[in-house]
């Protein structure tokens, strides 16, 4: 979802990095540290999670089509175990 933001053009807070993978996932990795201090703000959370519903539901075709690579591939290293074993 940071990278989407990031995609969009959404400015990253002073000090944060959301232009590369490893900045975004710094970015997480604070979000996880501040909550798990400081417990989670309901409003923010509740934003968070409409928008990753919203994300999932504009993306369902995509995340489908990964998933039935991800079959096929599974597949295919199982058949080729198979071959290999005979």
């Known amino acids: 979802m ?3 933001y990031a995609d ?3 400015e990253p807070a002073y000090g ?3 232009k590369t993978d490893e900045g975004r996932q710094q970015m997480a990795d604070k979000m996880v540290e501040k909550f798990t201090r400081d417990g989670v703000d309901e409003h923010w959370f509740n934003s968070i999670a409409q928008g990753f519903q919203m994300w999932r539901k504009e ?3 995509q995340q489908r089509r990964d998933a039935a690579k991800k079959r096929w591939q599974k ?3 199982i058949d080729r175990g198979k071959k290999a074993g005979k």
């Open 8 to 10: 969009l053009g959404s």
């Open 75 to 77: 597949e295919k290293s």
């Open 2 to 4: 940071l990278k989407i």
């Open 16 to 18: 944060d990095d959301n």
């Open 59 to 61: 993306n369902r075709i």
